[in-house]
Each structure stands twice: as structure tokens, then as C-alpha cells.
């Protein structure tokens, strides 16, 4: 039987994607539009500023493509914290003029493979107390950067390789080498990882934040290079989008009036 690497995890998280259904919105007059607008603006307002306390975070995307038209992500100390936030958007006006289509729930995730490389050892206590380790737990949205990338991914449990029947040391260098490759691009993305085992239909969510999309789209190509990725990953959709600070929320909605 395979070593099991432990996991240290912070918050929980959900990813939550809708369409602007963009005929019934229309359809709305002007003043009840400013109204639903108002209401919804009220919303993201509280959501973005209430986990300042260092409880949370939460963040407004406007996505590319056909996809979706918008992402909300929020991070929270607890599961019943993010029902709550959920609820609290679908008794919205606005919730009547979305249409779902695709949520991911995850917690913050960091293996004891980079926590012990990076802190030196320890007990699970100790490496719990580390800055390093508060912050991937507990990471903060960057406002500064404005592009985020959105991705699901498994390891393979394939006919020819099986992460989860490899050598604990093998996986630890693959690891390792994997790790090198992000902190190249340490100052221009931050990444937040995400795990979902048991969780949801894949094993990790990546979320990506940057000032350019390019050094993202460079990242994520660079690494499918490591051993680790070429072997074992699979990925399921990408979803990419730009930040939208509450105050722009309305004309988002009025960008096709």
C-alpha cells in the first residue's frame, strides 16, 4: 500500500458561475433594473468588505466566452459560512436574471510535501503556526490582479501510471520540481490551491491571479513540461476572467441596453 501524504487546510471555497439571461433582463424596465441593481450592488459590497476581520474573502469576474458570464469566488471559515453567502445571493432580485451553470466547492489545500520542504519540519502544530502556511490557507484575493484562471484537475489512475500507487519519495520529487516551476512566476501570479476529494467531481481546483493573462497562460504551459503534469494530470475546463470592482457591477448589466 501507497505512504498517504497528509494535508494541512484552511478555508472552504466555492467557485460559482452564472449566465446573464440577457432577454428577461431586458425585458425589465429601467427603474426596476436600477432598483435590482442597487440591491445586488448592496451585496457584493458587504460580501467583498465583511471578511476584512481576516474570515474570508470574496471576489466579482466577468468571464470570457460562452461559459459564463460571471464568477463569484468566496472563501470562508466554514461550510455553512459559504451556504450562507449562497443563500443569501438566490433570495436576490438579481438571482432571477442568472441561470447557473457550473459550481466548484473546495477547501485551501497545502501538502505536507511543500510544508515540511519549506518549513524545515515540525509537527502539523508547528508548520500550522508558519506565516507561509497561514497564508496559503488563508490567502487574501489580490485585488492588484485583475485576471484570474480558473481549473479543475485530477492525478491519473490510469493503465500505465497511478499516482496513487507511486513511491511516496517519487512523488515528493515530482513535487518538488513541480513547486520550482510556479515560484519563477511567484511575482507576477498567485496561485491557490484547492482540494476537493471527496468533495466534488475532481481532486484540486487551481485558481490563478495575475496582472497579464499571458504569464498565466506561460505558467500553466511551462508546467504541463514537469514530469508530474506530463504523467499523471488531467484538467477539466478553464474558465478566465477579469476582476469587476463592485462600483462597475451596474454597467456590467447596462452593456447591452
Known sequence: MADVPGTLEGWYALHSFHRIDWSRWLAVPQSEQEAILAEALTFFQREETAPISGEGASALYQVIGHKADLMQIHLRPTLEDLLAVELAFNELRIA?????????????????????????????????????????????????????????????????????????EERRRLMREHATTGRKYAEQITQMITGSTGLDDWEWGVTLFGSDPLPIKKLVYEMRF?????????????YVGRRVPVAELAGLFRSRA
Open 96 to 168: 432571477r436574471f442568472v441561470i447557473p451553470t457550473y459550481s466548484y466547492f473546495s477547501v485551501t489545500e497545502l501538502s505536507l510535501y511543500e510544508a515540511q520542504a519549506r518549513g524545515g519540519g515540525g509537527s502539523e502544530a508547528e508548520l500550522m503556526a508558519q506565516p507561509f502556511v497561514q497564508k496559503r490557507l488563508k490567502p487574501p484575493i489580490p485585488a492588484e490582479k485583475n485576471y484570474v484562471c480558473f481549473y479543475p484537475m485530477n492525478k491519473r489512475r490510469g493503465e500505465t501510471v497511478n499516482w496513487y500507487a507511486a513511491d511516496y
Open 226 to 238: 514537469d514530469e508530474v503534469s506530463a504523467k499523471y494530470a488531467e484538467f477539466g475546463s478553464f
